[in-house]
């Protein structure tokens, strides 16, 4: 199984941008679609971004498409999500996760990082 370790995460004002990283154990991270969610205070987990495992596929949800960017390096298991023009509703602890099949579903993630948190303020 994948260790999955985020970092990134911290306090930014509207409009300000931040840049998480996921560092991933274990010889097969290439092989793996990697993905991110997010879940604010009092609401369910989200699906935000997934990436397959050359990085040539990705698959946004609507409400980051244009703002957030995913990336990866094989060569350096890690996974990226590069996040601007950040608003108040994107505060959340968000979450690294490699999937079984790239998907919004989290019934998909087989990995899961302990997440960090990110706080935007008005």
């Known amino acids: 199984q994948v260790q999955l370790d985020e970092s990134g995460g911290g306090l930014v004002q509207t409009g300000g941008s931040l840049r998480l990283s996921c560092a991933a154990s274990?010889?097969?991270?290439?092989?793996?679609?990697m993905g991110w969610f997010r879940q604010a205070p009092g609401k369910e987990r989200e699906f935000v971004v997934g990436v397959n495992w050359n990085g040539g596929t990705t698959y946004y949800a609507n409400f980051v498409k244009g703002r957030f960017t995913i990336s990866r390096e094989n060569g350096k298991n890690t996974v990226y999500l590069q996040m601007n023009s950040l608003k108040p509703e994107d505060t959340a602890v968000y979450y690294c996760?490699?999937?079984?099949?790239?998907?919004?579903?989290?019934?998909?993630?087989?990995?899961w990082g302990q997440g960090t948190q990110v706080t935007v303020s008005s």
């Open positions: 274990g010889r097969t991270f290439s092989t793996y679609p």
């Open positions: 996760a490699t999937f079984l099949v790239l998907s919004s579903d989290d019934k998909r993630v087989s990995s």
